[in-house]
């Protein structure tokens, strides 16, 4: 079967021919259909991310396919279901044996490409935003990064949520995109002030940050008193320094958010949130955006797409041959 592998930190992954994997006790083996992509790859492949898997790997960190091959002991999955799954990589391959236990079924009416886009993405806002931030309705929410994979999925739920949404992005193009998921308010971190702009909307009660850096220090100073920040990442490249001064003077609490880590240490957290997204999603009221599809022998231009930010919402890698 062939797999996107990385051989070498720093260096570009290759596709390869490599065995059938088989199951081992408590797993399950997926045809994969499709793989959604996310800034966290790119992040393994130079080997910062959080986790460092042993050489050689294979990238993909959520994935949706039928099911195989059983393991021992697997209970409540039976072959050819349809299923998505966080397997923290092994999802850009034409098969791929997981945690029985971090598998979910997909509704009927979700395609393959839209499960690969909605775990991390819908999961990591939705957690974020309801079990994190205790988002209220009416609050004033800012989303940096808006038309990301996760930024876009942070607006759509944060209006579902009730909240009054301010959406900063780069360029016309990619505001637009965030205007159609919902957002109240448009920033273009490109040429405006951000704390100046928020402030002009009343301030943010609740900020969503995947992004880092310079946005972060102005979106702290556009607070509101008892704001929240959740920090989900630092897509710029820079990790900001936090003024102690001023998250107290103002009651602000910064917060940390890494969805994948409440799969080791309390995964109800992450069950919960999917079983009301995806109960959302078959009333119909989240819809996952997807801006590119390409096939796996063109998975390293997917990853291109993602590191000079041409994407806007998710790179989905589909399973051919």
């Known amino acids: 079967m062939r797999a996107l592998q990385v051989l070498e930190r720093g260096q570009p992954p290759q596709l390869r021919k490599i065995e059938m994997p088989g199951p081992e006790k408590g797993q399950v083996r997926l045809r994969i259909a499709a793989c959604g992509l996310n800034f966290a790859d790119l992040l393994m492949i130079t080997g910062q991310y959080q986790e460092r898997p042993p050489l050689p790997f294979t990238l993909g960190l959520e994935a949706t396919g039928t099911v195989d091959t059983l393991g021992q002991d697997v209970r409540g999955l039976s072959i050819g279901d349809r299923v998505a799954v966080f397997g923290g990589g092994g999802g850009l391959a034409e098969y791929g044996c997981f945690d029985a236990r971090n598998c979910i079924r997909l509704p009927d009416g979700m395609p393959f490409q839209e499960g690969a886009a909605f775990q991390v993405a819908y999961g990591t806002s939705h957690v974020a935003l309801d079990h994190k931030a205790k988002l209220r309705p009416d609050e004033t929410l800012l989303v940096l990064g808006a038309a990301g994979g996760v930024g876009l999925a942070a607006v759509e739920i944060g209006k579902r949520m009730g909240a009054v949404v301010i959406a900063c992005a780069r360029g016309a193009d990619r505001l637009a995109v965030a205007k159609a998921a919902g957002a109240d308010h448009l920033i273009d971190s490109e040429d405006e002030d951000i704390k100046e702009r928020v402030k002009s909307f009343g301030g943010a009660d609740v900020v969503y940050d995947p992004v880092g850096g310079h946005q972060f220090t102005a979106a702290l100073r556009a607070c509101n008193r008892d704001a929240r920040i959740v920090v989900i990442g630092f897509a710029s490249g820079t ?23 409440y799969l080791a240490f309390k995964p109800q957290v992450v069950t ?15 819809t996952p955006r997807i801006s590119h599809v390409l096939p796996l022998e063109r998975a390293s231009d997917a990853l291109e797409l993602l590191r000079s930010r041409q994407s806007t919402g998710k790179v989905v890698v589909t399973m051919s041959g």
Request: glycine share 10%; net charge positive.
């Open 272 to 286: 919960d949130s999917l079983k009301a997204l995806l109960a959302w999603y078959d009333q119909g009221r989240l």
């Open 239 to 261: 990790v900001p320094p936090i003024p102690a001064n001023i998250i107290l003077v103002k009651n602000i609490s910064v917060l940390g958010m890494y969805w994948g880590g």
